[in-house]
């Protein structure tokens, strides 16, 4: 079976009951991650003896499972090594993508990656992008080889680096261009430093922080 595929699975039991929960086993799924079709509710002859009862189980569509067949089907047709696995948090539908060429999926300060990232959430969300409201907009987080931390960390060390500077220097410091997830944790890294401020000026995609000193 293509992972691509839903699964469904057809299954008997004594009762419809346990045709169900044998078919629930063998998925490794709960019943409200299912369609239950009944085939058969069986029938007890004489002595008890009797047809079994048959149903069939297919898994439903779900948010993660849109992610997870967009992204295979992708790298599938683009030829890379790779395999999405997602999982679905309160916050949001975490992704992590693992193979032997994970390396071209992050780009330029994972700037493919975040390409993706946007792309898996247009599909979750049936298109309506990041201005849907947001009680029904679905975050989606994609990562590979830990490279937000790995990100995120560098990231701090930088703002760290270049705030020391600024306050010894007194002149301002004007980072390149980031996309909103790193600007943001430039400007949470520096906003208790005493000495230095954040701001953001530019248009996207060439919006950037600049570190300068208080007044």
Request: glycine content about 8%; overall charge neutral; cysteine-free.
């Amino acid at each position: 079976m293509s992972i691509h595929e839903a699964r469904s699975i057809e299954v008997k039991g004594k009762t419809v009951d346990e045709a169900i929960f044998n078919g629930l086993d063998q998925l490794g799924l709960s019943i409200d991650q299912v369609n239950v079709e009944i085939l058969h509710e069986g029938s007890k002859g004489i002595f008890g003896l009797g047809k079994s009862a048959q149903v069939r189980l297919t898994e439903k569509d779900s948010p993660a499972k849109d992610a997870e067949n967009f992204l295979n089907t992708l790298f599938e047709k683009m030829h890379v090594g790779a395999t999405a696995n997602a999982t679905e948090g309160e916050e949001a539908i975490k992704i992590n993508i693992e193979g032997d060429s994970t390396g071209i999926l992050i780009g330029r300060r994972g700037e493919t990656l975040d390409a993706l990232q946007y792309l898996t959430s247009l599909v979750v969300n049936k298109g309506n992008g990041p201005y849907v409201d947001r009680e029904e907009y679905t975050r989606v987080s994609l990562d590979t080889e830990n490279y937000r931390k790995k990100r995120e960390v560098t990231l701090i060390r930088l703002a760290n680096r270049i705030a020391a500077k600024v306050a010894k220097t007194g002149r301002k410091v004007v980072m390149e261009p980031m996309n909103p997830y790193e600007r943001r944790i430039l400007h949470s890294a520096l906003q208790g430093n005493p000495k230095v401020e954040t701001v953001s000026e530019g248009e996207e995609p060439y919006r950037r922080v600049i570190v300068k000193k208080k007044r």
